[in-house]
């Protein structure tokens, strides 16, 4: 399996650009996720779905859009970036049970917004 | 807002010595989690412990939960090189859903050889 994948590894956008970062795994888990991630912030929860055609907000949403068609794939665009958009991304992935469950991370996009 | 934040934020041991962070979190959780993340590379799950355990063992991990105090401590044994990382707990629970997880802002563990 190759567990999680996200491309790409960078981007470089001007302000105002958008654009789709891409998000997949093979271990037929229900539940994903995208967190962005800056230095001394930890990580915060973007958007989250539990399953194909279901997507809900997580701490941070503003700015950007997340769809589920598939359970293997979920995408994150980006609408209009902004230089607040400079950061780290993380797609995970895991079963659902009764909760969020253990995550399985994918290696990150690096986004750096002019 | 961050439900967890771990302490302490560095922390610098010798290879062979015992580590311990600390997580506190704020509101009523279902479980928490801790990570790891070696620089420059995705987060990687190490343990679970549900709220209504109190101790969970892992390998030369130890993970203790009082939620009475909304804490818990990630003890790392015989501590080696490659353990050198950042570290995080996770939550859920926050905004009433199972469903978010929060990470805390984590600790920078650094091994010397």
């Known amino acids: 399996n190759a567990g999680v994948t996200q491309t790409p590894k960078f981007q470089v956008l001007k302000t105002g650009q958008s654009m789709t970062l891409q998000c997949a795994q093979d271990m037929n888990h229900e539940y994903m996720s995208w967190y962005r991630q800056d230095p001394g912030m930890g990580l915060r929860l973007i958007h989250y779905s539990v399953g194909a055609g279901i997507t809900d907000q997580g701490e941070v949403p503003n700015g950007y859009n997340v769809s589920r068609s598939t359970t293997e794939d979920f995408p994150l665009r980006l609408l209009s970036a902004a230089p607040s958009q400079t950061s780290v991304y993380f797609c995970?992935?895991?079963?659902?049970?009764?909760?969020?469950?253990?995550?399985?991370f994918g290696p990150g996009t690096r986004l750096t917004v002019t | 807002s961050q439900q967890g934040e771990e302490d302490p934020q560095a922390l610098s041991i010798q290879e062979g010595e015992n580590a311990t962070m600390n997580c506190s979190y704020k509101t009523s959780i279902n479980n928490l989690q801790w990570y790891r993340q070696n620089s420059g590379r995705g987060l990687v799950h190490l343990i679970l412990i549900r709220s209504n355990e109190r101790e969970k063992h892992s390998g030369r991990l130890r993970v203790t939960l009082d939620t009475s105090k909304k804490s818990s401590s990630l003890l790392i044994t015989a501590s080696r090189a490659a353990d050198t990382a950042s570290y995080f707990c996770?939550?859920?629970?926050?905004?009433?859903?199972?469903?978010?997880?929060?990470f805390g802002k984590g600790t920078l563990l650094t091994v010397n050889p």
């Open positions: 995970a992935s895991s079963r659902t049970g009764q909760g969020a469950g253990e995550q399985y």
């Open positions: 996770a939550t859920d629970g926050s905004g009433g859903s199972n469903y978010k997880l929060t």
